[in-house]
């Protein structure tokens, strides 16, 4: 989510600004009160230790977050009455999330709907999760409410604000990648490996307890593909769509991009619709699973000894196919010359981690007797028609996602002007000037498809070509 909104304003007219905050203004977004938090840390044990001081500081870096303030918190040990110093200048941090302070901006991208769906996530999905995987999958979270509880005193008899507070991984050795330099094939297949983790064990809280899962998937809430955020994200996708025929076109010189741009503007129409009814169909189906909605580079957190990646960033948590997560990453964290290459591979990792999740899951269950359907439903031959049938919302979603992701840091758009200037979607006009990176990458994703052959056939064409080649 945070890339969507990123995305939603990067051909925006931008202007000085310092992560969101208009440049002059003397607010700190990153200030907490502390003897609130010194409360409500204690209550709910967040640390063995008196408290004696708590910092607060930018958990992000600028650009990373636009639909919430991400701070790193700092506990510090207080020394005991009877001790000059403590035993060990013990401090814990933590990373805190808060919604923005900009109420035009919360409403025109729908930031309370997304901190909200992400307070559920972490409440009712996540630890639903934690109990059918071996693994880790998101970090800790230590405290996700809708109120914080702030003592009446405190807050003129309100309950407080929305707060998320989540395990520190940078000091377990995790850190992000840079997403102009892309991953390399290993990072790749251990991102590919720990999502079929995560919904094998969607699966199997699936076969295991039905209703139970049933109950907790009920508690996401669609923030994109859904009636109220259409009109908005229609035309945000829209137009960045046009962004990308504006760019092709500016380099189609010598004609080579004629054909490709005229198949791009006839998928165009009522693309989001149609990315709509596919995504909410597939939450339907039996071999659903919760996906992580927004997975791609800037929302994973990679350590390399021992080898490890962990999912953060789930306001855009939901219930569909699988297929969505998987085309996600690859086209937004990957580049044309290394899916040409590995795709085939990305997927067969997919595929055999989570069949064995799957078979160490279930095998002495009761539901070990479904084991052969539900491997069979994700063989890679399987795994592979889907994607090629769903390839249009990889195309898409590079679209969409693309200028974000090649942003230039210095100059960031302001969300909280634009905001305020914009009552609704439609005003919003395109006027910043997109990086070279931008267009060679548009360029690159475009002819991808064109050469592929994914630009003209319609998907059902596609989908019913690749059964033909399967024996």
């Not at 930031?111 to 970090?139: D, G, K, M, T, W």
């Not at 995560?198 to 508690?219: E, I, K, T, Y």
């Amino acid at each position: 989510m945070e890339t969507l909104a990123m995305a939603a304003v990067s051909s925006v007219a931008a202007g000085p600004s310092t992560n969101g905050c208009p440049a002059g203004m003397a607010i700190n977004q990153f200030e907490e009160n502390v003897e609130h938090l010194r409360q409500l840390f204690s209550q709910n044990k967040l640390v063995s230790f008196s408290i004696a001081h708590i910092a607060c500081s930018a958990g992000s870096s600028s650009g990373d977050n636009y639909m919430s303030v991400v701070k790193r918190v700092t506990i510090s040990q207080a020394v005991a009455r009877d001790q000059e110093q403590p035993a060990a200048n013990e401090t814990v941090t933590v990373i805190v999330k808060r919604q923005i302070a900009s109420l035009s901006r919360r409403q025109l991208y729908r930031c309370e709907e997304a901190f909200s769906n992400e307070i559920n996530a972490y409440r009712h999905l996540v630890p639903l999760l934690a109990a059918h995987s071996r693994q880790q999958l998101f970090p800790v979270c230590h405290i996700a409410d809708s109120h914080d509880r702030r003592p009446p005193q405190d807050s003129n008899g309100e309950a407080g604000e929305p707060i998320i507070v989540l395990q520190d991984l940078k000091t377990l050795g995790f850190r992000m990648k840079d997403r102009l330099v892309g991953l390399e094939l290993g990072d790749c297949i251990l991102v590919m490996k720990k999502l079929a983790q995560l919904h094998a064990a969607s699966l199997a809280a699936q076969q295991l307890d039905f209703p139970h899962f049933v109950a907790q998937a009920r508690n996401l809430r669609e923030i994109v593909y859904c009636e109220e955020a259409a009109e908005f994200y229609a035309t945000i996708l829209d137009t960045s769509v046009q962004q990308a025929l504006d760019s092709l076109g500016g380099s189609n010189a010598d004609g080579s991009l004629t054909t490709p741009i005229r198949l791009l503007e006839q998928i165009r129409p009522n693309l989001y619709d149609k990315l709509k009814q596919e995504i909410n169909a597939a939450g339907e189906t039996p071999f659903s699973v919760i996906s992580h909605g927004d997975l791609w580079v800037n929302n994973i957190m990679f350590r390399s000894q021992p080898e490890e990646v962990i999912f953060f960033d789930l306001q855009a948590m939901r219930r569909t196919s699988p297929v969505f997560d998987i085309l996600h990453f690859i086209y937004t964290s990957t580049r044309r010359d290394f899916r040409d290459v590995h795709t085939d591979t990305l997927l067969a990792a997919y595929s055999e981690a989570l069949g064995q999740e799957l078979v160490h899951q279930l095998e002495d269950t009761p539901a070990g007797e479904r084991l052969e359907e539900l491997c069979e439903a994700f063989s890679l031959q399987r795994l592979s028609a889907e994607y090629v049938r769903q390839v249009h919302y990889g195309l898409a979603i590079g679209m969409w996602i693309l200028p974000a992701v090649t942003f230039d840091t210095n100059n960031l758009p302001n969300l909280d002007v634009i905001s305020e200037q914009n009552l609704c979607c439609k005003e919003i006009k395109c006027t910043q000037m997109l990086t070279a990176e931008y267009h060679l990458r548009i360029r690159e994703l475009v002819m991808e498809f064109y050469d592929l052959g994914y630009l003209h056939m319609e998907k059902q064409s596609i989908h019913s070509q690749l059964h033909a080649k399967i024996p």
